[in-house]
């Protein structure tokens, strides 16, 4: 059977209504999420959201196999939770823009989704973490897979690409570097791509180990951007 896209007035409309068309359940399909959707001002050209939804195949494949990446990923992190009893819970594909490329995301659906995200995201990275080591014993070492739930990690890398943008004004306007509180890897990239077409500035990261972070420079005319 193939893809259907639906487009709704939210992401859990379009869902229900493809659901409905293929007379499928949540578990047996796969989902990704074309588009949020926006809110135009006063409700004025807002844009719909947009899902594909695709029905499972039957595995054919003998257990152990190799195979496409994410899909592995994501039965390897289906398998988690349902390890971890969380079996109304279902994960779906979503695309997230990281500056000029676009990386496919394992998102996890469903209720009271705090328990896997932890505080600052770190039980949630740490779910990440095993199912990429679990997917390099499958073959896949070069492919790494993010891991969100609820849109926790979209919510995130705008809110630090809004704080990028307010530390760059604040670097401007007194003319001195401002340094941000330490990030992991991750998080620093996506302020340097935040930043990397603001004028007036440059970025840099300092420091050591857990203490890294992201550095915010005023630019001086002939200044050369420093490696990161």
Do not use: C, W
Request: avoid cysteine; aromatic fraction near 2%; glycine fraction near 10%.
């Amino acid at each position: 059977m193939d893809s259907l896209e639906v487009s709704a007035k939210t992401v859990d409309d379009a869902v229900s209504q493809a659901l409905a068309q293929l007379d499928l359940t949540r578990a047996q399909v796969e989902v990704l999420v074309l588009s949020e959707g926006s809110r135009g001002l006063f409700g004025l050209r807002s844009a719909p959201a947009r899902v594909r939804v695709t029905p499972r195949q039957p595995p054919t494949a003998a257990p152990g196999a190799p195979g496409d990446a994410v899909s592995d990923a994501q039965t390897i992190l289906e398998g988690l939770l349902e390890a971890m009893g969380l079996t109304e819970a279902a994960v779906e594909r979503r695309l997230m823009k990281e500056g000029p490329t676009e990386s496919v995301v394992l998102n996890i659906a469903g209720d009271d989704l705090g328990v896997l995200i932890g505080r600052h995201g770190e039980t949630l990275s740490s779910l990440q973490y095993i199912v990429n080591l679990m997917l390099g014993r499958l073959g896949h070492s070069h492919t790494p897979v993010m891991v969100d739930a609820g849109g926790y990690l979209e919510r995130r890398y705008e809110s630090l690409r809004a704080l990028a943008l307010r530390m760059a004004e604040r670097a401007l306007a007194t003319g001195r570097p401002v340094e941000m509180r330490p990030l992991p890897a991750r998080e620093r990239r996506i302020v340097h791509l935040a930043l990397s077409d603001y004028k007036g500035v440059t970025t840099e990261s300092v420091g050591e180990g857990e203490a890294r972070a992201v550095s915010i420079i005023p630019r001086r005319a002939g200044d050369a951007a420093p490696l990161r």
